[in-house]
């Protein structure tokens, strides 16, 4: 970061050589020293597609890691509006089984976009975790009636369906994907 800063000090540095710094907080891997520099980063740029690409990686290796994810809360607390930080946020806590809480973060982002399917079968999925199999359904059926085309999420419902005892239904939406082939 400082040889960086020393550089574009010395003469303006042009949007190419912002995107190739990215690459290189990239390149250092999962470690959550670099998370503060490629938000900064991204915050500099939010209309680079390359250097958003390179803060949404990063984010996604330090949510598997202890201390990616204290990295992230730290952040979250410091820019409660960064939306992909709050997300992130709320999948290390989904990765530590703090379902409540990430239920929670996941409800906040929702208030913010509640069109963002991807973010609605993420949702169901920590509330199937939390054993509301009942909830899941309601919301996995919500999303895929919007349109939401993700196996996955059909195969979910299947799953919720029968641990509800619903397995009439269960086995019509499994013959369903079947169909899809």
């Known amino acids: 970061m400082k040889v960086f800063d020393d550089l574009c000090a010395l003469k303006e540095c042009d949007e190419g050589m912002f995107v190739t710094f990215a690459h290189i ?9 670099t998370l ?7 915050d500099q740029h939010p209309n680079n597609e390359k250097i958003q690409s390179v803060y ?10 202890a201390p990616g994810q204290q990295s992230i809360e730290e952040l979250s607390k410091k820019y409660p509006d960064d939306l992909q930080l709050k997300e992130a946020y709320a999948q290390a806590l989904v990765e530590q089984k703090k379902y409540a809480d990430a239920i929670s973060q996941m ?11 991807d973010l609605r079968f993420q949702h169901a999925k920590v509330i199937s975790a939390t054993g509301n199999h009942q909830q899941a359904i309601k919301e996995l059926q919500a999303v895929i009636n919007d349109g939401f085309v993700n196996k996955e999420a059909v195969i979910m419902l299947g799953d ?6 619903r397995d009439e239904e269960a ?4 013959q369903g994907v079947i169909d899809e082939k």
């Open 171 to 174: 086995l019509k939406v499994y």
């Open 107 to 117: 409800n906040s982002l929702l208030a913010h976009n509640p069109n963002d399917k």
């Open 25 to 33: 907080l990239e390149s250092q891997g999962p470690i959550p020293e």
């Open 36 to 42: 503060v520099h490629i938000k900064k980063l991204a």
């Open 56 to 65: 949404k990686e990063i984010l996604s290796w330090d949510i598997q890691n």
């Open 160 to 165: 919720e369906l029968r641990l509800t005892g």
